[in-house]
């Protein structure tokens, strides 16, 4: 027990480094375009990101807390995960437990086309 709540606060750490990451970046944004506050902001983040979202949407009510961003939304956009399968020479998804095999064929596949992104892709600035 004591083994796992070290990991879940590792993790949550790591989330809350990458909440304030954003926040320098969305601070950036904001000064750029001489916003006030942040209305939302939105991610897309990969099932093999490492990113936890619950510690991640935990962590940004944290770190928003008296910055240009305290009201803004959260939203993110899930990215599965999707390989190039050799055998059948397309983009496909994954079979769920069985690593990094094609969906279609079972052929296995090791080259990554989705899945491990972690963008922030907009933010909304009122003025």
């Not at 959260?74 to 994954?94: F, K, M, S, T």
């Amino acid at each position: 027990m004591v083994f796992r709540e070290k990991c879940e606060r590792r993790r949550a750490m790591h989330e809350l480094s990458v909440a304030l990451s954003l926040l320098e970046q969305i601070d950036s944004v904001a000064s750029r375009e001489g916003a006030t506050r942040i209305a939302s902001v939105r991610l897309r983040v990969g099932q093999m990101s490492g990113i936890v979202r619950d510690a991640l949407v935990f962590s940004w009510e944290l770190a928003r807390a008296d910055t240009v961003a305290s009201e803004a939304a959260l939203l993110i956009d899930d990215v599965a995960v999707a390989v190039w399968c050799p055998q059948c020479e397309a983009e496909r998804g994954v079979r769920t437990g069985e690593g990094l095999t094609c969906i279609t064929c079972g052929t296995a596949a090791p080259t990554i086309v989705r899945g491990r992104e972690l963008e922030l892709i907009a933010v909304e600035v009122i003025s």
